[in-house]
């Protein structure tokens, strides 16, 4: 079963909005990392927060951590169309030995 | 640096076939691991290695099988194809377990 869980599955939004997904986990973790993966492509790896940390800033991202939710969203600023992308967290499973994806939420930005 | 690829992009196989998945990276990465994408869902993981002559199974093993030889090499063989494992599959690697994970461009396979 999954570890992370990204909600909402799909969003749609207008070139200069921002853009916020969320992921939910279940058990402790080591760290929570986000990618991006555009249509056809592989994914690429955009943020990574440790369990100790709250919040961490990479341009126009921000995610934060709440490891007493066991939650963690993603926070896209003044997006582009070139944003639109499925966006992907990923962390530890529960015995440590494996990094475990969730479904993915599907972000279109219109121009 | 090449980072990580695969070969082949696009693979179609008959039901019973069997076919071996390449994946090489050239970062040094002990790391490396093998998921399959079907439609509009995330990753699943079908098998790993911490290091040469070190796998294990994943969420996904079954009909697979991996080997790591080298540091820079993770082949993946489908022993019998079946319909079922028609997906793409991705390779990645990362310097260690819970780092970044650069990922390959993807094998689309089709079994019919």
């Known amino acids: 079963s999954q570890q992370g869980e990204e909600d909402p599955q799909a969003l749609s939004i207008q070139e200069g909005e921002n853009a916020t997904m969320n992921c939910s986990y279940k058990?402790?973790?080591?760290?929570l990392q986000w990618y991006r993966q555009n249509s056809g492509r592989g994914l690429v790896h955009l943020i990574l927060?440790?369990?100790?940390?709250r919040e961490k800033h990479s341009g126009r991202l921000r995610v934060t951590l709440d490891t007493s939710k066991k939650s963690s969203s993603l926070l896209i600023t003044a997006s582009r169309a070139a944003d639109t992308a499925s966006y992907f967290c990923?962390?530890?499973?529960?015995?440590?030995?494996?990094?475990?994806f969730g479904g993915g939420t599907r972000l279109m930005v219109k121009p | 640096n090449a980072g990580v690829t695969q070969t082949p992009k696009f693979q179609v196989l008959k039901t019973g076939q069997s076919m071996t998945l390449q994946c090489a990276q050239d970062?040094?990465?002990?790391?490396m691991s093998w998921y399959r994408q079907d439609p509009g869902m995330g990753l699943r993981l079908i098998h790993y290695?911490?290091?040469?002559?070190?796998?294990d199974q994943g969420e996904v093993p079954n009909g697979y099988n991996v080997s790591r030889s080298t540091t820079e090499d993770f082949p993946l063989r489908l022993l019998s194809a079946a319909p079922s494992q028609t997906s793409v599959y991705f390779c990645?690697?990362?310097?260690?377990?819970?780092?970044?994970?650069?990922f390959g461009p993807g094998t689309r396979l089709t079994v019919l």
């Open positions: 990923a962390t530890d499973n529960n015995a440590g030995n494996m990094l475990t």
């Open positions: 927060i440790r369990s100790n940390e």
């Open positions: 990645a690697s990362s310097y260690g377990r819970w780092g970044e994970q650069f």
């Open positions: 058990t402790s973790i080591n760290n």
């Open positions: 970062m040094n990465h002990e790391y």
């Open positions: 290695s911490v290091g040469a002559g070190i796998t």
